[in-house]
């Protein structure tokens, strides 16, 4: 089975245990793909690791994030946002990483996916100044309005602690 078959059944599924196969049949591929000199095909291993809900990958990720390619680091930050919407500490462990991308990354898609990743880690004081730089300093009314929402919702976080 190839990473993009694996893939496309993953998202026919919520069965963990066939998950778990498909993780089994395709980290060999997977690997293979992130290290590969083709861009398209390591952009896809990085949006397979939070498709297939590959934790165990998350290094991988990590790699993805300082890619030269915008696909590879907007794919690897789709699977940090999704990866991270129950668990925190993926974003906090990458949230230095995650603040150069939203503040100085030449491409803005990238940095529009930064600042969304970062609604799922805890609010912390550094990033909610960051967004609030964003939302003043943009020229970008998308990345302006997204760092507003993403401020707001970790103020509220903040507040309710």
Sequence with gaps: MTLAEAVARAGETADEREL???RREVA???????????????AVAYRAIGQLHFNQKT????RGLEDQSP????????????????????V??????LHTLANADPNIAVR????LCLKNGSPSADTIT??????????????RDG?????????????AR
């Design 20 to 22: 778990a196969d498909l």
């Design 28 to 42: 060999d591929e997977l690997e293979a793909a992130a290290r590969s000199a083709d861009y398209q095909e390591r």
């Design 59 to 62: 290094e991988l990720l990590r």
């Design 71 to 90: 696909a590879c680091r907007g794919s690897a930050l789709i699977s940090l946002e999704f990866l991270s919407r129950d668990h925190p500490g993926l």
């Design 92 to 97: 906090n462990a990458n949230r230095p990483l």
């Design 112 to 115: 529009r996916l930064a600042v």
């Design 130 to 143: 960051l967004l609030g730089h964003l939302v003043s300093e943009s020229d970008e009314p998308a990345l």
């Design 147 to 159: 760092a507003e929402a993403v401020q707001q919702a970790l103020k509220k976080k903040s507040a």
